[in-house]
Nanobody
Framework: QLVLVESGGGLVQTGGSLTLSCEASGRTLRGYSVGWFRQAPGKEREFVAAIKRNGDAKYYSDSVRGRFVISRDGGKNRVFLQMNSLKAEDTALYYC???????????????????WGQGTQVTVSS
Protein backbone atom coordinates (compact mmCIF):
# COMPACT_ATOMS: atom_id res chain seq x y z
CA GLN A 1 0.00 0.00 0.00
CA LEU A 2 1.32 3.40 -1.02
CA VAL A 3 0.65 6.17 1.52
CA LEU A 4 0.55 9.67 0.10
CA VAL A 5 0.76 12.93 2.03
CA GLU A 6 -0.10 16.35 0.64
CA SER A 7 1.11 19.62 2.12
CA GLY A 8 1.34 23.29 1.27
CA GLY A 9 -2.30 24.31 1.37
CA GLY A 10 -3.44 27.53 2.96
CA LEU A 11 -5.06 30.89 2.45
CA VAL A 12 -3.95 33.11 -0.41
CA GLN A 13 -5.35 36.23 -2.02
CA THR A 14 -6.66 36.39 -5.57
CA GLY A 15 -3.79 36.63 -8.04
CA GLY A 16 -1.32 35.07 -5.64
CA SER A 17 0.68 31.85 -5.83
CA LEU A 18 0.90 28.69 -3.78
CA THR A 19 2.83 25.44 -4.19
CA LEU A 20 1.50 22.07 -3.06
CA SER A 21 3.62 18.96 -2.56
CA CYS A 22 2.84 15.25 -2.59
CA GLU A 23 5.17 12.59 -1.21
CA ALA A 24 5.02 8.88 -0.48
CA SER A 25 5.85 7.63 3.00
CA GLY A 26 9.11 5.70 2.80
CA ARG A 27 8.75 5.22 -0.95
CA THR A 28 9.73 6.82 -4.22
CA LEU A 29 7.18 8.02 -6.74
CA ARG A 30 9.57 7.30 -9.60
CA GLY A 31 7.46 4.46 -11.00
CA TYR A 32 4.07 6.12 -10.55
CA SER A 33 1.90 8.45 -12.53
CA VAL A 34 0.69 11.18 -10.16
CA GLY A 35 -2.41 13.30 -10.49
CA TRP A 36 -3.81 16.29 -8.66
CA PHE A 37 -7.56 16.56 -8.15
CA ARG A 38 -9.72 19.03 -6.26
CA GLN A 39 -13.17 19.06 -4.76
CA ALA A 40 -15.25 21.95 -3.48
CA PRO A 41 -18.30 21.45 -1.21
CA GLY A 42 -21.30 20.26 -3.20
CA LYS A 43 -19.26 19.69 -6.34
CA GLU A 44 -17.77 16.66 -8.05
CA ARG A 45 -14.10 15.89 -7.71
CA GLU A 46 -12.34 17.31 -10.75
CA PHE A 47 -9.05 16.71 -12.47
CA VAL A 48 -6.40 19.42 -12.17
CA ALA A 49 -3.09 18.09 -13.47
CA ALA A 50 -1.07 14.90 -13.87
CA ILE A 51 2.47 13.78 -14.60
CA LYS A 52 3.05 10.47 -16.37
CA ARG A 53 5.09 7.63 -14.87
CA ASN A 54 7.31 7.25 -17.91
CA GLY A 55 8.88 10.28 -19.53
CA ASP A 56 7.18 12.74 -17.15
CA ALA A 57 4.72 14.02 -19.73
CA LYS A 58 2.43 16.64 -18.17
CA TYR A 59 -1.31 17.15 -18.55
CA TYR A 60 -3.62 19.92 -17.34
CA SER A 61 -7.31 20.67 -17.18
CA ASP A 62 -8.49 23.55 -19.35
CA SER A 63 -9.29 25.63 -16.27
CA VAL A 64 -5.70 25.64 -14.97
CA ARG A 65 -3.59 25.31 -18.10
CA GLY A 66 -1.17 28.21 -18.30
CA ARG A 67 -1.52 28.99 -14.59
CA PHE A 68 -0.50 25.76 -12.81
CA VAL A 69 2.67 23.68 -13.23
CA ILE A 70 3.14 20.08 -12.13
CA SER A 71 6.67 18.72 -11.62
CA ARG A 72 8.81 16.11 -9.87
CA ASP A 73 11.84 16.82 -7.72
CA GLY A 74 15.26 15.57 -8.83
CA GLY A 75 15.15 12.47 -6.65
CA LYS A 76 11.59 11.58 -7.73
CA ASN A 77 10.50 11.56 -4.09
CA ARG A 78 7.95 14.33 -4.41
CA VAL A 79 5.56 15.80 -6.92
CA PHE A 80 4.69 19.50 -6.80
CA LEU A 81 1.82 21.59 -8.05
CA GLN A 82 2.77 25.23 -8.46
CA MET A 83 -0.36 27.35 -8.65
CA ASN A 84 -0.14 30.86 -10.04
CA SER A 85 -2.67 33.62 -10.73
CA LEU A 86 -5.06 32.03 -8.29
CA LYS A 87 -8.78 32.74 -8.53
CA ALA A 88 -11.61 32.33 -6.05
CA GLU A 89 -12.87 29.40 -8.14
CA ASP A 90 -9.64 27.53 -7.32
CA THR A 91 -10.79 27.20 -3.70
CA ALA A 92 -11.11 23.48 -2.91
CA LEU A 93 -9.66 20.52 -1.08
CA TYR A 94 -6.74 19.35 -3.22
CA TYR A 95 -5.75 15.68 -3.39
CA CYS A 96 -2.81 13.91 -4.95
CA UNK A 97 -3.25 10.41 -6.31
CA UNK A 98 -0.89 7.83 -7.75
CA UNK A 99 -1.01 4.70 -9.85
CA UNK A 100 1.57 2.40 -11.41
CA UNK A 101 -0.36 1.33 -14.49
CA UNK A 102 -2.53 4.17 -15.81
CA UNK A 103 -2.54 4.89 -19.51
CA UNK A 104 -2.57 8.47 -20.72
CA UNK A 105 -6.27 8.51 -21.52
CA UNK A 106 -7.10 7.57 -17.90
CA UNK A 107 -4.98 10.21 -16.14
CA UNK A 108 -7.92 12.59 -15.74
CA UNK A 109 -10.26 9.99 -14.27
CA UNK A 110 -10.23 9.96 -10.45
CA UNK A 111 -11.79 6.49 -10.21
CA UNK A 112 -8.83 4.97 -12.04
CA UNK A 113 -6.24 5.87 -9.37
CA UNK A 114 -5.45 3.30 -6.67
CA UNK A 115 -3.72 5.49 -4.09
CA TRP A 116 -4.89 8.79 -2.57
CA GLY A 117 -3.71 11.28 0.02
CA GLN A 118 -5.92 12.91 2.64
CA GLY A 119 -6.05 16.28 0.92
CA THR A 120 -4.87 19.80 1.67
CA GLN A 121 -7.17 22.81 1.71
CA VAL A 122 -6.57 25.76 -0.59
CA THR A 123 -8.64 28.87 -0.01
CA VAL A 124 -8.40 31.88 -2.31
CA SER A 125 -9.86 35.10 -0.99
CA SER A 126 -11.73 37.37 -3.37
Amino acid sequence: QLVLVESGGGLVQTGGSLTLSCEASGRTLRGYSVGWFRQAPGKEREFVAAIKRNGDAKYYSDSVRGRFVISRDGGKNRVFLQMNSLKAEDTALYYCAADERLITSSLGQAREYDYWGQGTQVTVSS
